[in-house]
């Protein structure tokens, strides 16, 4: 059974940072592209990050310069470094992965519950 864990989230002040990890299991990791993508209440979901099998990694726009994407094989984790966090990066996230890729689109077949973040003073 393929499952997905975030944890990681949390209140900080705009300017500060936090790393999202997803723990995978029941899946060949390596072999999975995987992506983060968030979501406010109202709103669709949106992709913010994802990374193929060769390494390689996309980003929208809005993060571009301030988020990173990376995988530790071994550990069979997602993560995501945020810096310089705005408040319009507060959201649900979620981590996402699946054989087929889907770039930054929302259509991968596995998803984690979610970890919160909340940016604000």
């Known amino acids: 059974e393929v499952q997905l864990g975030e944890s990681g989230g949390g209140l900080v002040q705009p300017g500060g940072s936090l790393r999202l990890s997803c723990a995978a299991s029941?899946?060949?990791?390596?072999?999975?592209?995987m992506g983060w993508f968030r979501q406010v209440p109202g709103k669709e979901r949106e992709g913010v990050a994802a990374i193929d099998s060769d390494g390689t990694t996309s980003y929208a726009d809005s993060v571009k310069g301030r988020f990173t994407i990376s995988q530790d094989n071994a550990k069979t984790t997602l993560y995501l470094q945020m810096n310089s966090l705005k408040p319009e990066d507060t959201a649900m996230y979620y981590c996402?992965?699946?054989?087929?890729?889907?770039?930054?689109?929302?259509?991968?077949?596995?998803w984690g519950q979610g970890t919160q973040v909340t940016v604000s003073s």
């Open positions: 029941g899946f060949t990791f390596s072999s999975y592209y």
């Open positions: 996402a992965a699946d054989r087929i890729w889907w770039w930054l689109l929302p259509k991968y077949h596995y």
